[in-house]
């Protein structure tokens, strides 16, 4: 059985991949970066989502001889350009402080009416192996943007995007519903050809 192992430390992630895998009859070993503590953290130095996971995807398999797939993701406003895109998580100034990110989005989109409050979060998945080889697959969740946040699911900007066709933000959707519709659920979907087509 092949290792494959997640860049992420979060067990939500590892538990959607390994449905995904599981759903589309692939057997590998998959664990997440907690499995091999040594190693540091990569620095998303990229411009894109996809260069973000890429070099990611390519640190890891460098540093354990392992195939290994991550992800970067975020939300895009079209009003704003696509921002705050690659910066999703640092928006207010300080990574991870998801509070502050969404306050300040929501600041800045005040005066904007419901017409002008398209946005997506998108997602790109990275498969990388030792060699080098690599595939790169993206997944988006189009939706609207809320004025006032509602939930008390997922996490980041889930309690502003409603999607398309939902009456509910990400925040109100349960885990399930959310993984079969999110930008991540896609691009994990999106690399099982790879993963089958380069591990078997």
């Known amino acids: 059985m092949t ?4 860049a992420t430390r979060n067990a939500g992630k590892i538990t959607e991949l390994k449905a995904i895998l599981a759903d589309a009859g692939l057997t590998h070993d998959l664990v997440g970066a907690d499995a091999y503590p040594d190693i540091p953290d990569v620095k998303e130095t990229g411009v894109t989502f996809a260069e973000n996971a890429l070099l990611k995807a390519h640190a890891l398999a460098q ?3 392992l195939p290994a797939v991550a992800d970067d993701s975020g939300l895009c406003v079209d009003v704003l350009n696509g921002a705050p895109g690659i910066f999703s998580a640092r928006w207010a100034g300080r ?4 509070r ?4 300040l989005l929501l600041a800045q989109l005040s ?3 419901e017409l002008h409050r398209g946005a997506h979060f998108a997602c790109a998945a990275a498969l990388a ?3 080098g080889t690599a595939r790169v697959v993206e997944g988006r969740l189009r939706g ?4 006032t946040p509602t939930g008390t699911n997922g996490f980041g900007y889930d309690p502003i995007l409603q999607p398309e066709g939902e009456k509910r933000t990400c925040a109100e959707l349960s885990p399930e519903e959310k993984n079969a519709i999110s930008h991540r ?7 099982v050809p790879a993963v089958r087509e380069l591990l078997g």
């Open 3 to 6: 290792r494959l192992i997640l």
């Open 63 to 65: 540093a354990t001889g």
């Open 95 to 98: 990574h991870g402080d998801d």
């Open 100 to 103: 502050a990110n969404l306050d």
């Open 111 to 113: 005066d904007i009416d």
């Open 129 to 131: 192996l030792p060699d």
């Open 144 to 147: 609207t943007l809320r004025h």
């Open 185 to 191: 659920g896609k691009a994990f979907r999106g690399l």
